[in-house]
């Protein structure tokens, strides 16, 4: 519909007065008057409520980069038990790679000891081209590198991928989905 040659533009419903209901009435259409104010208030809260937020969802992929660290730090002194602590200890956690496993903590420490039977087998681990997207505020979804270094003896040295869906827990962030592959 035209009105003196040009389109309306349309906005997205406001408060209206009584006034300029009677108003558009009178004319026969409905009102097309902008409310500047209201659409700068809604425009500034929505990015104070962004800039509120981005502090948190900072600190919390520094957290979950933390957990990597950590874990990286716990393979590297050989401490299985310690890095599969990382894993959210429930039936739900699922590890994929040449097999699929599921379980809590012992389930995926099984898996670690069973591929990996000694300290020369598991060589020196590190992760790099880490990024961590928050999909809420208690869960996260890394993706990166791993490289192994190890001894011939030990089984060579090995690299590959990773995705990692990890939840926030009352004791920290937990790994829930492991997806390896090399």
């Not at 009435?25 to 800039?51: E, H, N």
Request: charged share 20%.
């Amino acid at each position: 519909m035209q009105c003196g040659g040009r389109m309306p533009i349309m906005t997205a419903s406001r408060p209206s007065s009584l006034s300029t209901q009677a108003s558009a009435k009178s004319v026969g259409r409905a009102s097309m008057q902008p409310y500047p104010l209201y659409d700068y208030a809604i425009y500034m809260l929505r990015w104070c409520t962004l800039f509120c937020f981005i502090p948190l969802l900072l600190a919390q992929n520094d957290d979950v980069r933390a957990v990597l660290t950590h874990s990286e730090e716990a393979w590297n002194r050989g401490d299985l038990p310690a890095f599969a602590s990382y894993y959210d200890d429930s039936p739900e956690t699922t590890f994929v790679g040449r097999e699929v496993v599921r379980g809590g903590v012992q389930a995926i420490l099984g898996r670690y000891r069973k591929a990996y039977p000694t300290r020369e087998a598991m060589g020196t681990l590190s992760f790099s081209n880490v990024d961590v997207r928050m999909l809420a505020p208690d869960l996260a979804l890394a993706t990166g590198e791993f490289h192994l270094e190890r001894t011939a003896a030990g089984g060579g040295n090995a690299s590959g991928r990773y995705t990692l869906i990890l939840r926030k827990r009352p004791s920290g962030w937990k790994i829930i989905h492991d997806h390896t592959s090399s």
